[in-house]
């Protein structure tokens, strides 16, 4: 039996290669180490199988195209990029301070002043002062940008969404796509005015108006420059910066360039202080200025700032209560604005003045005038309750009216029927018209002034002369009636033209000539008999002002309307007025024994439909030939009143002389001019005796060749002249003159 429960022997592998768990057991025991978190590897990749044939093929060439289109547009656009930074940063190097684009006008402007010191005009580019899109009102900031740029903030100085808009719009009205609508911001519209940084440089040739046109090309080359300049804009200067050039650049109306001046202008008040309403007008005047502007047209101007109203209201700006009070108190004009007082004056001081400070300024300038604004509204009151009440329906016969003080100071001038004009013809002081029997007084002038009486004799009678050269002339009175013999105030009073004629040829037609020179009427006068007829011409300030001459007591008078001229903000005036009280012409009693005779010309003859008031007043009444020309000039104590009436194509009026509607329109304008003025007697002296100058001189006393009067005095005359003048009515001559022809006695 085996001994299995012996020990077996190792074996002599066992002592080579030891047991593992012997081994463990001899190894020290090992720390654990942290297991790492195991690493997540991307499944691998599948790849499509391509597809094969033609649609592989295909969609192969597709996505070849599309990505070398990709690297073309972003190389393009990169490029593109930097040409626009390269081009933005050049005009960005152009740009000027702010503060030199905030007055850009080309001209500088007028104001002028009245006799009391207030605004009742202005000319030229009128700029009321810098303002900024933080000093102006803040209704009128939101009122421009709601109605010009309502993404203003929000771009970058063009808007695509805008000039898309506007493309659609316009060729949906059948334009262009840039023609119309232009889709412009307020950056673009503010580089437009600035005409894109280019100057304007006269030596070029190139006219204001040529520059001006070329500044508003809208032009696509123009347009794509415009936007560039307009980015530029965006990196130069602040919104509000844009913003403020463009409230002092833009014009608005009424030679208003800018918000304060149009303030101003319009209201009389800072763009800091208007309201609502007022904003919106003026905001609504950037689209269209002359054609919306308020002292043209107010209701259309109202109705456009209405527009505004709603676009700031939809863009909550204006409170639904702000917007309905604003809707329900339009804005209204002041009163200068409203008045426009005395248009056709102004524009004659600016002809009156240098033009280096008128018309053609380059600085703001300060006129004070002599007008009086409520003088000024009595003659244009009183011409139009004429040609309202007693003027036929769409006549288009004009009139002109001039009032002055003795002085020669023009209060108030009205130069047509058309009283809210500027830059219009001015019949009172351009219009040459014959002055007729309103030019005896200077005929009566001459003779008193050499010793006559206003009580010597005259024959009122059938009277032709021989004109050297020019054959046999016949006046003729406008009733053809003879009084015989009358004085020199009776001739005056009832206008006889046979006295007239025979007082100047009895003084000299020389003296009569050089005595009417120096009172003014500086045109060149008829040669010939005609000349005491008023058969020369002039115009309604010349006559107007030689009236005034005998009211002063005879001296000379160059009617003025500018007192001084000074720059803005300067005390010293540049210069003083031009006008006033000149030499003596007549003696001081000659004036005022002439004034005597012209009242009864008022108080008791042709002029009778001038009395108002109870005062003594003074005046002559003139009708040229066939009734081309009327007239009536006259004075009281205070004022000298002048007033043309005819057609501009000398077309004769019907039914009309000077005694009749030119004395109403007279009446009426210097009846409203002296409410509220005390009576005064007018500087007149009545005759004490006939001086007897005139007796044995033939030429006052008889005719020297009598013809036939028509009404049983027959005479030895030439019958063939009397024909004629009874065929062709008043004003014939005789056969062969070559006078001009006289005018009738007044009526």
Not at 47 to 58: D, F, H, Q, S
Not at 153 to 172: D, E, K, M, Q
């Amino acid at each position: 039996m085996s001994d299995s429960s012996k020990r077996k022997r190792p074996l002599v592998a066992d002592k080579r290669y030891p047991s593992k768990s012997k081994a463990a057991a001899k190894q020290p025991a090992r720390k654990p180490v942290a297991k790492k978190a195991p690493v997540r590897r991307k499944p691998a990749r599948t790849k499509k199988p391509r597809r094969g044939g033609i649609i592989g093929l295909l969609s192969a060439l597709v996505s070849w195209i599309l990505r070398l289109i990709w690297k073309i547009v972003w190389r393009v656009t990169a490029v593109a990029v930097l040409c626009l930074a390269l081009a933005v940063g050049y005009f960005y190097t152009t740009l000027p301070p702010l503060e030199a684009l905030l007055d850009g006008r080309a001209r500088g402007s007028v104001t002028l002043l009245d006799r009391n010191g207030d605004v009742f005009a202005w000319r030229g580019d009128q700029f009321g002062g810098v303002v900024t899109a933080d000093s102006v009102s803040k209704h009128l900031k939101n009122a421009v940008v709601a109605t010009e740029d309502k993404r203003f903030y929000r771009h970058f100085g063009i808007s695509p969404r805008g000039i898309a808009s506007a493309v659609r719009i316009n060729l949906s009205e059948g334009r262009g796509p840039l023609s119309g609508h232009g889709g412009s911001t307020i950056t673009q519209q503010t580089a437009k005015l600035i005409c894109l940084g280019e100057p304007f440089d006269p030596s070029t040739g190139q006219t204001e108006k040529e520059y001006e046109a070329g500044c508003r090309a809208g032009n696509l080359q123009r347009k794509a420059k415009e936007a560039l300049y307009a980015m530029a804009m965006e990196v130069k200067y602040s919104k509000n910066d844009i913003l403020s050039i463009y409230l002092n650049r833009a014009y608005m109306g009424g030679g208003a360039y800018g918000a304060e001046a149009a303030a101003q202008r319009f209201f009389g008040k800072s763009a800091a202080a208007v309201n609502p309403s007022e904003a919106a007008m003026l905001a609504g005047l950037l689209t269209s200025p002359s054609v919306l502007s308020p002292t043209n047209n107010l209701d259309r101007a109202q109705n456009r700032a209405a527009t505004v109203i709603r676009l700031m209201r939809e863009q909550g700006y204006l409170s639904a209560e702000e917007a309905e009070m604003a809707m329900a108190n339009p804005a209204e004009l002041s009163e200068a604005a409203e008045a426009r007082a005395g248009g056709y004056f102004a524009d004659w001081v600016m002809s009156t003045g240098p033009e280096f400070f008128t018309r053609n300024t380059t600085e703001d300038v300060i006129i004070r005038t002599t007008l009086d604004q409520r003088i000024q509204k009595a003659a244009e009151d009183g011409l139009k309750w004429v040609f309202e009440n007693k003027v036929r329906e769409g006549s288009t016969a004009q009139a002109a009216v001039i009032i002055m003080s003795a002085d020669g100071a023009v209060r108030a001038m009205v130069g047509g029927r058309k009283t809210k004009v500027a830059g219009a013809f001015n019949r009172a002081t351009q219009a040459l018209r014959q002055t007729g029997s309103a030019f005896k007084p200077f005929v009566y002038a001459a003779a008193l002034d050499l010793g006559y009486s206003p009580n010597d004799i005259v024959v009122d009678e059938p009277f032709c002369m021989n004109i050297p050269g020019s054959g046999q002339w016949c006046p003729r009175n406008y009733t053809n009636r003879f009084l015989g013999p009358v004085t020199l105030t009776h001739a005056l009073k009832d206008s006889l033209n046979i006295p007239a004629v025979k007082i100047s040829e009895s003084v000299g037609r020389d003296l009569v000539s050089r005595v009417a020179d120096q009172f003014g009427i500086k045109n060149d006068l008829a040669a010939g008999p005609a000349l005491a007829l008023g058969a020369s011409e002039s115009t309604l300030i010349e006559m107007t002002g030689a009236y005034a001459g005998i009211l002063n007591g005879g001296s000379s008078v160059t009617p003025y309307g500018l007192v001084d001229l000074r720059l803005m903000g300067d005390n010293d005036p540049l210069m003083g007025t031009g006008g006033g009280i000149g030499e003596r012409v007549i003696q001081e009693e000659a004036a005022r024994q002439l004034v005597y005779m012209m009242e009864k010309v008022i108080s008791d003859g042709t002029g009778k439909r001038a009395q108002f008031g109870g005062r003594e007043l003074a005046g002559k009444t003139g009708t040229t030939s066939a009734a081309k020309d009327a007239w009536f000039i006259g004075f009281s104590a205070d004022y000298v009143a002048g007033v043309w009436m005819g057609y501009d194509d000398n077309t004769p009026l019907k039914g009309v002389t000077g005694g009749g509607l030119p004395t109403d329109i007279w009446r009426e304008a210097m009846s409203r001019a002296h409410e509220g003025v005390e009576l005064k007697g007018l500087p007149m002296s009545p005759p004490v005796a006939p001086s007897g100058l005139g007796e044995g001189d033939p030429m006052l006393a008889s005719d020297p060749i009598p013809v036939d009067d028509n009404r049983g005095n027959q005479g030895t005359g030439n019958i063939i002249d009397q024909v004629l003048q009874d065929i062709f009515g008043g004003g014939s001559t005789g056969s062969g003159s070559s006078s001009p022809p006289p005018s009738p006695s007044d009526r």
